[in-house]
């Protein structure tokens, strides 16, 4: 069975986006992905309507099954904090209005998943990300990385719910 997941790092400045599909045989692979960039001089308002309508367009073109969005955690500074909030605030709007499942994991979570140690550094979840997706090279910029790096935990997530735990007579518990 296909699962297809739209991965989400939200920012008011810029959005990354991944859209991963995974099959039944555990390969994932990326189908497309992009960056939605505002302007720092346009009004936030303006920004995020610009930022809710592009993520509307992702989810119609593409259709996934599920978005993986990115939660806050609060160790930047206050004034990018708010902006980046109400980011992802149009960015569960949109997914709610397309009818899709939305999970949310935070940054943590994501580089266990991935690396099997939650204070992995930049680098090793680029290499990671390559390396899951069979890429030649990292995917730029961090942003997108960090989107579908978000689409891979939520599919290897999805992929361990799954599985059924046997007892020790091998019939299920």
Known sequence: MRISVLGVDPG???????FLEGGGTGEIRLVASGLIRTSPRTL???????????????L????PDAVAIEEMFFLKAAHT????LQARGVILLASAQAGRQIAE????????ALTGSG???K???QRSVQRSLGLPQALRPDDVAD????????????RLGALRVLDRFGGPS
Not at 147 to 157: D, K, T
């Open 60 to 63: 119609a073109e593409h259709g």
């Open 119 to 121: 204070r992995a550094d």
């Open 12 to 18: 008011v400045s810029e959005t990354g986006w991944a």
């Open 105 to 112: 994991y935070n940054p943590r979570a994501v580089k266990l």
């Open 123 to 125: 680098a090793q979840m």
């Open 44 to 58: 936030l308002p303006e920004r995020l309507c610009l930022i809710h309508s592009a993520c509307a367009r992702v």
């Open 147 to 158: 989107a579908a790096a978000i689409a891979l935990c939520h599919l290897r997530s999805q």
């Open 81 to 84: 904090i708010r902006g980046t």
